[in-house]
C-alpha cells in the first residue's frame, strides 16, 4: 500500500500567472531588480571607465557585472516559471526551473573565467605593450567594491529569509564580484605603483574566480539534476522521524532527492501485519505528516510493509483472494465458506487465514473438531502457514 497526497494542481487559466510561494517570489523579483539596476550601472561605469584610463583589470571586471545582469535576468525567468503550480505535465512542481537556470548560468560563468584568463594570460606574453593605468581606473574600483559587497550582504539575507537556492547562489555571484573587485583595486594600485603587469595580473586572477564560482554552481546544479541525495545527516534526521511515529515497527528502503530548496523522500515502513488497512493507512500518514512539519521536505510517499520485504521470503508468486478461498473449501470440506468473512495474512512466503463464522451456530465439541481439521489441513500443506477459526463476525 501506497500513501501519498497528489500536489496542488492551479486551477489558474493558461495565461495567467499565479505563484506556489508568493512571499518567495515577490522577494525575488525584488532584489533581482534592484541587482539589475546596480549591475547595469557598473557595466557601463567599469568598461568605459577602464577603456579610458587603459585598464584591463577594470575591463574584466566590467564583463564580471555584465555577466551578473544577464544572469539576473536569467534569475527572474526562473523565478516566475520555478514558481509556478504543479500540472498534469509537472506533478512534482516546476522548481527545477530554478536548477536548469542555476547550470546555465554556472557554466556561462566557467567559459567567461576561462576566456578571461586566457586573455589576460596572451597580453602578459607581450611585456612591452603593457601600459600604465590612469588614477581614474582607482576610483572606479574603490566604488565598484563597495556596490559589489553591499549588493551581496542585501542578497542574501533576502536568500535566507525566503530559503531559496537560487537566490543564495545569485548572491554569492555578488561576493565573488566584490572579491574580484578588490583584486582588481590591488592591481591597479600596483600599476600606478610601477609594477605595470600588476593590472593585468588582476585581470588573470578576476577569470580564475569567475570560472571557479561558475564551475563549482554548475556541479552544484548538476548533482541535483541526477537526483542526487540529501547529506547524510538530514537523512539520518528524518530516518529518526519515521521511526518516531506511533506505530512504526522497522523502517528501510529510505531514499532521498534533492528538488531545489525542498526534497522528495520516499520509504518503507513495517507495522503490525495484522492491523486494519486503514490504522496502517493512518499510520503512514502520521509518519508523512510528521517529515513534513520537521524537515524541509516537498513530498513523502510512505510505502507500508508487513515484515522486512529484505530479508523475508516473497509473496508474489503466491495465489490471489478466489483461489484461496477455493482450496480452503475443497481442502477443509466447507463449500459455504465463500460465504463467510475470511482474512488472509501473507507473510514469509506462505498465507495465515482467519476464517470468521456467525456465533451461536456451533457447539464447544464441533468448534474444536473444526479447528482441529484446520490445523491437520494446514500442518500437511505448502501453502497455509496456519488456519484460524474464530466464531462472531469480525467488524468490516
Known amino acids: 500500500m501506497k500513501n501519498h497526497i497528489h500536489p ?31 549591475n547595469l550601472l557598473l557595466t557601463l561605469f567599469q568598461m568605459i ?60 560563468l566557467a567559459v567567461l573565467g576561462a576566456g578571461l584568463l586566457v586573455a589576460a594570460a596572451m597580453r602578459l606574453q607581450q611585456p612591452d605593450a603593457v601600459r600604465t593605468v590612469s588614477p581614474l581606473a582607482l576610483g572606479i574600483a574603490a566604488i565598484a567594491l563597495v556596490a559589489k559587497e553591499g549588493m551581496f550582504r542585501y542578497m542574501l539575507a533576502v536568500a535566507k529569509r525566503v530559503r531559496s537556492q537560487m537566490l543564495v547562489a545569485n548572491a554569492w555571484h555578488a561576493r565573488s564580484d566584490a ?41 552544484e546544479a548538476l548533482a541535483e539534476l541526477i537526483d542526487t541525495g540529501l547529506d547524510a545527516k538530514e537523512v539520518e534526521a528524518i530516518r529518526r522521524t519515521l521511526r518516531g ?66 530479508k523475508a521470503k516473497p509473496n508474489a508468486h503466491l495465489p490471489g483472494r478466489a483461489e484461496l478461498l477455493e482450496r480452503l473449501a475443497d481442502g477443509l470440506g466447507e463449500p ?21 463464522l456467525p456465533a451461536g451456530q456451533q457447539t464447544d465439541a464441533q468448534t474444536k473438531a473444526l479447528q482441529a481439521h484446520c490445523d491437520e489441513f494446514a500442518s500437511g500443506n505448502g501453502l497455509f502457514r ?9 467488524h468490516n
Do not use: C
Not at 492551479?10 to 546596480?38: L, M
Not at 592591481?187 to 564551475?215: K, P, S
Not at 496456519?386 to 469480525?394: C, L, Q, R
Open 8 to 38: 496542488r494542481h492551479s486551477n489558474a487559466a493558461r495565461g495567467d500567472f499565479e505563484p506556489a510561494h508568493p512571499e518567495r517570489f515577490v522577494a525575488a523579483q525584488k532584489s533581482t531588480w534592484v541587482s539589475i539596476a546596480v
Open 49 to 108: 571607465g577602464g577603456f579610458f584610463a587603459h585598464s584591463q583589470a577594470l575591463m574584466a571586471d566590467g564583463l564580471h557585472s555584465l555577466s551578473d545582469l544577464l544572469s539576473d535576468v536569467l534569475v527572474l525567468y526562473a523565478n516566475r516559471h520555478g514558481n509556478r503550480h504543479a500540472d498534469a505535465n509537472h506533478p512534482y512542481g516546476h522548481a527545477r526551473v530554478e536548477t536548469a537556470a542555476t547550470l546555465i548560468l554556472g557554466a556561462f
Open 179 to 219: 572579491a574580484s573587485s578588490l583584486v582588481v583595486l590591488i592591481g591597479v594600485g600596483g600599476n600606478l605603483l610601477g609594477y605595470t603587469f600588476f593590472d593585468l595580473l588582476a585581470a588573470a586572477v578576476v577569470g580564475v574566480m569567475i570560472a571557479h564560482m561558475g564551475g563549482k554552481l554548475a556541479l
Open 245 to 310: 511515529t506511533p506505530g512504526v515497527l522497522g523502517l528501510h528502503e529510505l531514499r532521498t532527492r534533492k528538488m531545489a530548496d525542498n526534497a522528495l523522500v520516499d520509504a518503507h515502513i513495517m507495522v503490525d501485519p495484522r492491523i486494519s488497512v486503514s490504522e496502517g493507512h493512518y499510520i503512514a500518514e502520521a509518519a508523512r505528516q510528521a517529515v513534513l512539519a520537521k524537515h524541509h521536505v516537498l513530498d513523502v510517499m510512505v510505502h507500508i510493509d508487513p515484515e522486512d520485504d529484505r
Open 336 to 356: 459455504a465458506l465463500a460465504e463467510s468473512r475470511v482474512v488472509f495474512h501473507y507473510l514469509g512466503g506462505r498465507v495465515e487465514a482467519e476464517i470468521h
Open 386 to 394: 496456519a488456519i484460524h477459526v474464530h466464531f462472531g463476525h469480525a
